[in-house]
């Protein structure tokens, strides 16, 4: 079993800038990809962005042009850089993690706790 664990959450004024990151316990290389979704109370939780072993990237519309997925490998960590954030982005933020390359049809198979993110003025 992975844990994961979030941090770098908080309240940051509408146009600010938020970095979260996500620590593995143990070589995120044995993982197919790596991910961040959200969720607001009442919704659904939604992807938010994933990265895969081998680098590529997917965006949720809502996002592209403003936030950039990263991961350090050496320090088993991926990393959530949000910028130009609107008060639609707060949601709580977790992580995510999948092992055996199958998360669009089966979902991630680790999680973290989750990180506030509150984005007003």
């Known amino acids: 079993q992975v844990q994961l664990v979030e941090s770098g959450g908080g309240l940051v004024q509408p146009g600010g800038s938020l970095r979260l990151s996500c620590v593995a316990s143990?070589?995120?290389?044995?993982?197919?990809?790596m991910g961040w979704y959200r969720q607001d109370p009442g919704k659904q939780r939604e992807l938010v962005a994933v990265?895969?072993?081998?680098?590529?990237?997917n965006y949720a519309d809502s996002v592209k042009g403003r936030f950039t997925i990263s991961k350090d490998n050496a320090k088993n960590t991926w990393y959530l850089q949000m910028n130009s954030l609107t008060p639609q982005d707060t949601a709580v933020y977790f992580c995510?993690?999948?092992?055996?390359?199958?998360?669009?049809?089966?979902?991630?198979?680790?999680w973290g706790k989750g990180t506030l993110v509150a984005v007003s003025s």
């Open positions: 143990e070589s995120i290389f044995a993982l197919y990809a």
């Open positions: 995510s993690a999948d092992r055996w390359g199958d998360y669009v049809n089966r979902g991630m198979d680790f």
């Open positions: 990265i895969h072993s081998g680098g590529s990237t």
